[in-house]
T-cell receptor, first 113, second 110 residues
Framework: GAGVSQSPSNKVTEKGKDVELRCDPI?????LYWYRQSLGQGLEFLIY????????KSGLPSDRFSAERTGGSVSTLTIQRTQQEDSAVYLC???????????FGQGTRLTVV | KNEVEQSPQNLTAQEGEFITINCSYS?????LHWLQQHPGGGIVSLFM???GKKKHGRLIATINIQEKHSSLHITASHPRDSAVYIC????????????FGKGTLLTVNP
């Protein structure tokens, strides 16, 4: 596609429910990142994919968080048993070659009530 | 561990003023990224640079690799420049990892 696409753009969920957030990277981009931005905070790294593998999952805050990427393209970030502290904007970015710029999606605003 | 620090955290200016935002990092990097985020908006890439200077319209970015420092300058600032400006660097063994500064909130008053 022309840019990084994320869906849904907004998600309100009840505490304890599971949610899935989707990222469609730019076609051909092998690197894919998930970040989280809480209200008034900076960007927090969650996970990085190179192709379908995730060499760096160090930013996932707990085992309730998982992510996968299939076909070297679409990625899904899953949060199980959501908590109120999970409320944030979840941003996805993709990048082509090493040292080229990353492009960001518009984000998914998750609100856990 | 690489750390990226920006200053100032908040900056208020009058329209027309020259703006400078600074970014320092602790680990040798391959490239540095300047990004812009308008309130409630997405993140847009402004520059990526690994040496010297880049210019785009009223925006100028410079980097000094030896001093591990980069600056973003805005000339003839305008209220529409009001946004959060974020620097991020590529580091890590495979130069894949982006480490972000906390951002600088710029407000330009008319």
């Amino acid at each position: 596609g022309a840019g990084v696409s994320q869906s849904p753009s907004n998600k309100v969920t009840e505490k304890g429910k599971d949610v899935e957030l989707r990222c469609d990277p730019i076609s051909g981009h092998t690197a894919l990142y998930w970040y989280r931005q809480s209200l008034g905070q900076g960007l927090e790294f969650l996970i990085y994919f190179q192709g379908n593998s995730a060499p760096d999952k160090s930013g996932l805050p707990s085992d309730r968080f998982s992510a996968e990427r299939t076909g070297g393209s679409v990625s899904t970030l899953t949060i199980q048993r959501t908590q109120q502290e999970d409320s944030a904007v979840y941003l996805c970015a993709s990048r082509g070659q090493v040292n080229t710029e990353a492009f960001f999606g518009q984000g998914t605003r998750l609100t856990v009530v | 561990k690489n750390e990226v620090e920006q200053s100032p955290q908040n900056l208020t200016a009058q329209e027309g003023e020259f703006i400078t935002i600074n970014c320092s990092y602790s680990v040798g990097i391959s490239a540095l990224h300047w990004l812009q985020q308008h309130p409630g908006g997405g993140i847009v890439s402004l520059f990526m640079l690994s040496s010297g200077k880049k210019k785009h319209g009223r925006l100028i970015a410079t980097i000094n690799i030896q001093e591990k420092h980069s600056s973003l300058h805005i000339t003839a600032s305008h209220p529409r420049d009001s946004a959060v400006y974020i620097c991020a660097d590529y580091s890590g063994g495979s130069n894949y990892k982006l480490t972000f500064g906390k951002g600088t909130l710029l407000t330009v008053n008319p």
